[in-house]
């Protein structure tokens, strides 16, 4: 049995596809929902919408606190020599 993949939502790095067994998409249709990262590999299978965006809402928050700190910008420096004052 063939398993279509329609998208529903895409948010960074990840993506809820509807799963169908028909080729058209119709909203009544859909099996189930997963979710799947960049580079197309099945991270999650769900049974209702809810569930697949909660779970990649919790996906990208943990990534978002593994992440370290940004460095702060550096301080722009002086391009022209400073004078002497006498």
């Given at each position: 049995?063939?398993?279509y993949?329609?998208?529903?939502l ?10 169908t067994q ?17 580079s197309?590999?099945?991270l999650r ?9 909660a779970w990649m809402?919790?996906m990208i928050?943990e990534?978002?606190?593994?992440r ?19």
């Open positions: 049995m063939t398993e993949t329609h998208p529903i895409i948010k960074g790095r990840y993506q809820v596809l509807a799963l028909d080729a058209e998409y119709d909203p009544g249709e859909v099996t189930a929902y997963a979710v799947y990262n960049s197309g590999a099945k299978h769900e049974l209702s919408l809810d569930d697949a965006k809402e919790q928050e990534e978002n606190l593994q370290p700190d940004q460095p702060a910008p550096a301080k722009a420096t002086r391009t022209k020599p400073t004078r002497i004052r006498r």
